[in-house]
Nanobody, 121 residues
Framework: QVQLEESGGGLVQAGGSLRLSCVVS????????MGWYRQAPGKQRELVATITNGGRPNYADSMSGRFTISRDTPKNTVYLQMNSLKPEDTAVYYC???????????????WGQGTPVTVSS
């Protein structure tokens, strides 16, 4: 059973920083792309950033420059460094990973339970 567990969320003042982590655990053969998404109250889930298994990042336009995604492939972990946080960054942040499923012989998208981030003004 593959699980994704996020950590690092919390309450921070505007202008502050947080670093989110997400560890993929279980029987893992391969992980392709990993990423972070967020969902603010009353809004749809949106992309924050993704990173390929080769380490190439991709950011949503509004996050570029303030957020940095990285991964530690041997540790099956993806990080999101968030700087210069704004109240509008308040949301639940979800980890996402494409994990190879041996039974189906393809990559399946897996999600974590989410970690809340609250930015106070």
């Amino acid at each position: 059973q593959v699980q994704l567990e996020e950590s690092g969320g919390g309450l921070v003042q505007a202008g502050g920083s947080l670093r989110l982590s997400c560890v993929v655990s279980g029987i893992i053969y391969s992980i392709n792309n990993m990423g972070w998404y967020r969902q603010a109250p009353g809004k749809q889930r949106e992309l924050v950033a993704t990173i390929t298994n080769g380490g190439r990042p991709n950011y949503a336009d509004s996050m570029s420059g303030r957020f940095t995604i990285s991964r530690d492939t041997p540790k099956n972990t993806v990080y999101l460094q968030m700087n210069s946080l704004k109240p509008e960054d308040t949301a639940v942040y979800y980890c996402n990973a494409e994990v190879f499923d041996v039974d189906q012989a393809r990559y399946l998208e897996r999600w974590g339970q989410g970690t809340p981030v609250t930015v106070s003004s």
